[in-house]
């Protein structure tokens, strides 16, 4: 009954759904409701509408651009019709002009034209024009009379510009208004410039108006430059035919004219009748840039900005034609805007989605309710797939048990959970029991017959044993179902496998038994390191108990001994890796310190974000402490517990690398006592133990935290002085230090004193490793006791390098004189006077094989300052002997001066070892080498170098004082050394002509020689000037470039043979030259540096270089005219005719001066060549002076000597 039912019910809907079928597939049109419920309807619809909104928008906006456009073309046109107006209007203007030439038959007087262009009132009826003028055409010859006629009627300045010669003129006469800026074309000639000229011959040819093309006004000024053009108009002579080009240009005399600023112009023109609308305006046609831009209405507009609207016309003028671009601005576009079509589209947007919503909840209505029958179908199936997914997920078999008959109905799971197949089932409890094993089965059965007489839910778990050995746990949970009688005939239940998680119970029982029973501390924070457990073994090392530390964090431990990156880094790594291991020192409650070896991991919770940290760790405080012990055996002296050698170098290298890091300076001190010897022989050994830890101690009282001592061993230390700022805060703590080290010790009942010497260097001033500091702080201290000990003395690298550098150059220096590389050249001698060549100084040449031949200033310095100066002294000696034999035996006979360095002239037995040389060479007198000892080396030892040369004098060696004014010699040195000759310096032969105070140092020298009886000679001649004045001064002998240069022994013979004397020195030898005309000789030489400081003031500029003194009477020269050389030359007309000279000199310098100052750099130069053309006429009225006097004194001289 009930099955047929349910198919009676399920079958007549069906029917009826078919039967609705066909009748609808029959009807040949659909109702209006049908269609307006159908969803194809309502976007058709909406596409339709849209459409129409889109046309009545687009047609809306088509109307807005076009009155837009049409209104853009008519503001363009407008423009351009009121620009050719106004060129018409200013054409009129100008044919007025040439009618008033016409009228009157002449050229019209200024005044009349002034009048005629006053009466135009420009200014009002015609803004913008600059101007109407006359420009007259001349020819060369009328120039000149042009100009003067000009300048008659008052304008004295006037003349035609630009200056220069052309085959035609023209020259502006009037421009009205003759206000400042027109004045500034006046006189000007247009026809010289090109594109004036192409106007002008335009309006010639054709008798026609004719526009320049864009230039610069002449009336331009700095301020508001703006491009211009000007308007021509012919004035021809009346009466001349004009028919044709060559007519009209003979009949040519002129041009009314109008110059144009544009920028004027154009405001004059437009105002601001369009402000919507800019534009710019072009000289051409091809060319549109802005060599060609006349004006711009918007000088910064961005024209990258492409403008809504634009348009390019040309406008026709006489002779030109302009282009004009012509562009909306956007208040233009703002103004001719609407919102019409925009209002439109919304609109009909708006009514668009109101229709097409309505018709879509129409057609949906009914698909919605039919969706929302068939969603709850859906979901009840959904319901119980989901069951049976969760069952099978979770491993859950269902089993129902019929008390009444014991049979037993299983599930497809729970055969999966007994290993058992449904063949093999017989649905019954014995069945099932046979399962369980057997230590489970009597507790799992008293508890199922527990639940049955008692009507409780049967819960149990128990073990069973698989077919393949496997024991599975499993879980049952069941409920009993009693009859209404409420006897038990029936229990449904279910079994779940619960063996992993029993496993995982084990599991855990095992780590909690660790966890209470392990030797080490452990202890567990939350993801805030908060401490949640703790185990005994923690409380136990800690001494806290379980209460105390819950809740808290780790940080109640800390030592104190950790810094806070030494956290900051392990926590790092512990968010980085989830694992970090190390030693580190906590604290105790009772506040004892103690080391632990800790580890801390990272556990999160199984498939949640938040984690926990575990720590373990055991105490190593035993081990540490000794390990402490082992480092401090390894790394500190036994007797004075100071850092030995081994920690000392990682001080040091620790040290240097904070140098480095802090730019600071370290000093390593390296310090030795003195006197620590005869403490240990008189005292013994004890005793100097006990006093090496006193000192050690009074050491470590003296250094700051940041420093430290070790000791080497021995008396020894090193001191490390951190972060000093430099030398002189190092100076005060060694000195500080060395007046604590000298204090009294007391040792037992003694009183013991002892000093140290330190040496010092500086790092990283002394740039160079641990070990090269050591050694260099070592060197110090032995150069402090080598000084005298009880001091310090600081390691200077510069003077170390130098002294290695000059180490390895003297080296060099005496492998090249075993390997022969020295050479011998000889400068020649001579007696300027008579013209002879005395001889020759012998200079020592180095032919390096590698740097070529060098001078002795490369290597003798080098060489002086050690005993090998001897060795190479000795090797001269014997090379300048040997060379004079061999020139003797080729037939010269000269004379070879020698230098001899001081160490080894005062080296004993010199003269004796000089003599036994020269005895090697018999051919050589001793006359012939002459020794040159340098001032200073003789004023070292001034009675041993006497000695050695009156030794060598005996011995009939001439002996010369080398370098003579270089020195601090007295008269009575000088007295006392029996030097045969003085030879002058070479520095104050060399600045002589152009340093006073050079020159009267050498005069003092020849004074000084004649007066001691001594032979003078000049070194340093290195021109014909020089000699002539050494010659007027008294000094006769000399050597120079200006002689000869050094040359090579086989040179010097040819040389010597063929020597003529200078025709100047033998001029000036003919004369007798008094001392008392010195001041005469230096005057031309005051002249010279007085112009030479004038010419470098002028140059550099006065302001940067002062001139010098300009007053003709107080400058130096005026000074010594003006009264010493007054007094002893007046009379002669020479001196006499200097004096005009000078003062036009000096008048001259002081006009250079006011150029200068006036920037007029041209001139300036010009008139410098001035000055120095009457310089060389004063100098050569002074030398004039000279001879004059030289030979009256010479006269008188002879005269006496006749006598």
Known sequence: MSHSS???????????????????????????????????????????????????????????????????????????????????DYEQVLRGGVALFHTLQRTPTREEWHRYVSSLDIQTYFPGIQGIG????????????????????????????????????????????????????????????????EAMERARDTGLPSLSGRVTLVQETKDDVQAGFLVYLPIYRKEMPLDTVEQRRQALTGFVYSPFRMNDLMSGILGTDTPNVGF?????????????????????????????????????????????????????????????????????????LLLFTIIWSLA?????????????????????????????????????????????????????????????????????SSCLHPNDFPRVESEFKRSIATGEKFKSSFRISLGNGEIRVLEAHATLLQDSGGKPVRMVGINSDITERRRNEEKLMLAANVFEHAHEGIMITDENERIIDVNPTFCELTGYSKNEIIGETPRMLQSGRQEKAFYQHMWQEIKTSGFWQGEIWNRRKNGELYAELLSISTIRELGEQSYRYVAIFSDITKLKHQQEKLIRLAHYDALTQLPNRVLLADHLNKAMAQARRSGLVLAVCYLDLDGFKPVNDNYGHDVGDQLLVKVAERLNDHMRASDSVSRLGGDEFVLLLNNLEGVEECDHALQRLMERMTATYHVDDK??????????????????????????????????KENGRNRYQIFDPERDRQVRAHREALNRIEQALQNQEFVLYYQPKVDMRRGKVLGAEALLRWLHPEQGLLPPGKFLPIAEESDFSIQLGEWVLNEALRQLTLWKENGLNTTVSVNISGRHFQKENFAEKLMALLTRYP?????????????SSALEDIDSVSQVISACRAMGIPVAIDDFG???????????????????????????????????????????????????????????????????????????????????????????????????????????????DFPLFTAELIYRRWINDLSASINAGTKLIPPPELDSKRCRFGLWYYNEGSARYGNLPTFKALEPIHEKIHRHAAYLVALEKSGRPNLVKEELKRLNAMHLDITKSLSKLQMEFAEKADAHYKALERS
């Open 923 to 935: 051919l050589v007198k001793p006359s012939q080498l002459e020794l040159e000892v340098l001032e």
């Open 280 to 352: 710019e305006l072009y000289d051409g046609v091809s060319s549109q840039d802005m060599a060609t831009l006349l004006y711009d209405s918007d000088p910064v507009w961005d024209n990258q900005q492409a403008p809504a609207h634009q348009i390019q016309s040309q406008i026709e003028l006489p002779g030109r034609t302009w282009t004009a671009r012509f562009h909306s601005r956007p208040a233009f576009t703002e103004a001719m805007s609407s919102n019409q079509p925009i209002l439109i589209a919304i609109g009909g947007l708006v009514v668009d």
């Open 966 to 1076: 270089t020195g601090y010699s007295s008269l009575t040195y000088l007295k006392r050394l029996p030097a045969d000759t003085l030879k002058i310096d070479q520095s104050f032969i060399r600045n002589m002509l152009v340093d006073i105070e050079d020159l009267t140092i050498v005069e003092g020298i020849i004074g000084l020689s004649h007066a001691f009886r001594r032979k003078v000679i000049a070194e340093g001649i290195e021109s014909e000037e020089h000699g002539v004045f050494l010659l007027r001064l008294g000094c006769e002998l000399g050597q120079g470039y200006g002689i000869a240069r050094p040359m090579p022994a086989e040179e010097f013979p040819h040389w010597a043979s063929n020597y003529h004397n200078v025709s100047s020195w033998q001029h000036t030898a003919q004369f007798h030259w008094s001392r008392q």
């Open 364 to 432: 949906g209505e009914r698909s919605r309710v039919q969706s929302k029958a068939e969603a709850m179908t859906v979901d009840l199936r959904n319901l119980s797939q989901r069951l049976d997914l969760a069952q099978e997920s979770a491993g859950i078999g269902t089993w129902d048990l019929d008390l009444t008959n014991n049979h037993l109905l299983w599930d497809v799971r729970m055969f999966k959970l007994y290993g058992m197949s449904p063949e093999n089932f017989t649905h019954n409890l014995d069945c099932w």
């Open 751 to 784: 009183r013991i004193l002892v000093s140290a010497s330190i040496g010092v260097t500086l790092f990283p001033w002394d740039d160079v490793d641990a070990d090269t500091l050591l050694r260099h702080a070592d060197q110090a201290m032995y150069r402090a």
């Open 134 to 197: 006359v420009t007259l055409m001349l020819k060369p010859s009328e120039l000149q009379p042009h100009i003067d006629a000009i300048r008659q009627e008052g304008f004295s300045n006037y003349t035609v510009k630009p200056q220069g010669k052309r085959d035609n003129y023209s020259a502006i006469v009037y421009l009205e208004p003759f206000d400042w800026r027109n004045r500034r074309a006046f006189g000007y000639d247009m026809y010289s410039n090109p594109m004036r000229r």
């Open 6 to 88: 349910k198919t009676r019910k399920s079958t007549k809907p069906q029917t009826h759904s078919i039967h609705n079928a066909k009748h609808a597939g029959g009807k040949k049109r659909k109702s209006i409701a049908d269609i307006f419920h159908n969803e194809v309807t309502a976007w058709f619809i909406l596409i339709i509408s849209l459409c129409i909104t889109a046309a009545g928008w687009h047609i809306a906006n088509h109307y807005v651009q076009k009155r837009a456009t049409e209104r853009f073309y008519f503001e363009g046109e407008d423009a351009r019709q009121r620009i050719l107006k106004r060129m018409l």
